[in-house]
């Protein structure tokens, strides 16, 4: 049975006030089950008009249904909006919001708090499901196991398959490695207890990574690649990469000491500081 409620009834009234939603430009009506879905893909957006298609098309051709994808717009100006229209009749629980926020990461919280899906998944626009039977794998071995996060491997365009470890240790995130956001479905809960930080503009991710490890969340690893990740994004400039790794360095002070980080990490870490 599915029930349908006006954009006003649904939003939060000072969010409806300052944004522009969608999900039937005609009926201006929202419809979701009453009961909560499996999934929520979050997709952060701002003027991804020439990236967005991909991610879409690889939610459309899902042959599970049980999820809802939220577009998180930060005030394009290009045809994005165009863009998610074309994808309605194929994505039946697309939703689309409009305004300016300070950030990914502010998109992605803003997502979550309007979120129905009992897990959470976010692409960024230019990323895709690495297949049409991902969402589907994913609930079967979320129905076999009860964790706080299930995460998978990456395949980094165009060919390069990158195998995350079976089990997350706090030596591994204090030596500087993470796993892709794009292969982790974390529940709902762990991401409205612990948001993002807006302290980080690149690697907020592995603070709240870190954090649900330390807090022992329960994690699982399954040898599936999930997402095909497009590594022309926000973080593949020499600036960015630089601006990355120095705000990993003090995510991991913060969470283990400056003593606690492996001479490798330093090391490396001291010569993109001065470089």
Avoid at 12 to 19: L, R
Avoid at 202 to 218: F, V
Wanted: charged letters at 20%; glycine letters at 6%; one cysteine or more.
């Amino acid at each position: 049975m599915q029930a349908s409620f006006s954009i006003v009834d649904f939003l939060p009234i000072n969010y409806y006030n300052n944004c522009n939603c969608f999900t039937h430009p005609i009926e201006g009506l929202i419809s979701f089950r009453e009961y909560p879905m499996k999934f929520t893909v979050i997709i952060p957006t701002l003027n991804a008009e020439s990236q967005l298609h991909t991610t879409l098309e690889s939610l459309s051709c899902q042959t599970y249904d049980d999820f809802e994808c939220l577009i998180m717009d930060g005030g394009s100006t290009d045809a994005t909006v165009g863009i998610v229209k074309k994808y309605q009749s194929h994505i039946p629980a697309l939703r689309y919001f409009s305004e300016k926020d300070a950030g990914i990461y502010d998109a992605m919280n803003k997502g979550v708090t309007l979120s129905q899906g009992e897990y959470i998944f976010f692409l960024g626009a230019g990323d895709s499901l690495h297949n049409n039977l991902v969402l589907e794998t994913v609930s079967k071995h979320l129905m076999a196991q009860d964790v706080d996060i299930l995460y998978g491997n990456i395949l980094l365009l165009p060919d390069q398959l990158l195998k995350h470890p079976e089990k997350l240790t706090n030596s591994y995130f204090r030596s500087g490695k993470m796993i892709c956001h794009q292969s982790i479905f974390a529940r709902k809960s762990t991401l409205t207890d612990y948001p993002f930080s807006l302290s980080y503009t690149y690697a907020s991710d592995k603070d709240w990574l870190i954090h649900c490890l330390k807090s022992h969340k329960s994690f699982a690893y399954i040898p599936e690649t999930i997402a095909n990740y497009d590594t022309k994004g926000i973080s593949s400039n020499i600036k960015n990469r630089k601006a990355l790794w120095m705000e990993s360095g003090k995510i991991l002070r913060n969470h283990y000491g400056f003593l606690m980080l492996p001479v490798t990490f330093l090391k490396y870490y001291l010569v993109i500081k001065w470089s």
